[in-house]
T-cell receptor
């Protein structure tokens, strides 16, 4: 019940395409859903995050869609660029009042020029 | 702020040796997390501290792993004895309770290779 399932494992899109990464969770006590971006040789960094009281959040070209009833959320990258090539992790937090994250397994995105 | 600082950045050791990884969190942060990243298992939380006290060590793989946080600005993760399967990138992260979205700030990681 503590797992966060992420798909796909890898994704290749052309420049300008809209890659979509999906995550699903079981524990309804989670109340914070961040996405982290990781470039090779670097630590993950927060990209965008959402709480379950909204269904969508946009920051620049990045959008989180959240479906509370289905216990699913997804990341959309509009007008993707080669510089977006990275590994993306979804996560969930907040169950039992804890600050720890449960991370998904990651999606390796490659945007072709 | 310099961000989360980890040392060493790379460590190569032989099986059976003791390995100590070090972390300096962002000043003022009260949570510190140790993660291990591998291709097979992704990002795994090993242990986390709040105000220097270990809160959850359920992710520590076995007794060969230990972590300490003697003060608010320093933490260590020790592996003794090390084994080849411990080869991974180890990340330290810190956060501030009550901050926006409980954001965790990650260090650059330590790449550990056990031969």
């Amino acid at each position: 019940q503590q797992q966060v399932k992420q798909s796909p494992q890898s994704l290749i899109v052309q420049k300008g395409g809209i890659p979509i990464i999906n995550c699903a969770y079981e524990n309804t006590a989670f109340d914070y859903f961040p996405w982290y971006q990781q470039f090779p040789g670097k630590g993950p960094a927060l990209l965008i995050a959402i709480r379950p009281d909204v269904s969508e959040k946009k920051e620049g070209r990045f959008t989180i869609s959240f479906n509370k009833s289905a216990k699913q959320f997804s990341l959309h990258i509009m007008d993707s660029q080669p510089g977006d090539s990275a590994t993306y992790f979804c996560a969930a937090s907040g169950a039992s009042g804890t600050y720890k994250y449960i991370f998904g397994t990651g999606t390796r995105l490659k945007v072709l020029a | 702020d310099a961000g989360v600082i980890q040392s060493p950045r790379h460590e190569v050791t032989e099986m059976g040796q003791e390995v100590t990884l070090r972390c300096k969190p962002i000043s003022g942060h009260d949570y510190l997390f140790w993660y291990r990243q591998t291709m097979m298992r992704g990002l795994e939380l090993l242990i986390y501290f709040n105000n220097n006290v270990p809160i959850d060590d359920s992710g520590m793989p076995e007794d060969r792993f230990s972590a300490k946080m003697p003060n608010a600005s320093f933490s260590t993760l020790k592996i003794q004895p090390s084994e080849p399967r411990d080869s991974a990138v180890y990340f330290c992260a810190s956060s501030l309770a009550g901050a926006s979205y409980n954001e965790q700030f990650f260090g650059p990681g330590t790449r550990l290779t056990v031969l």
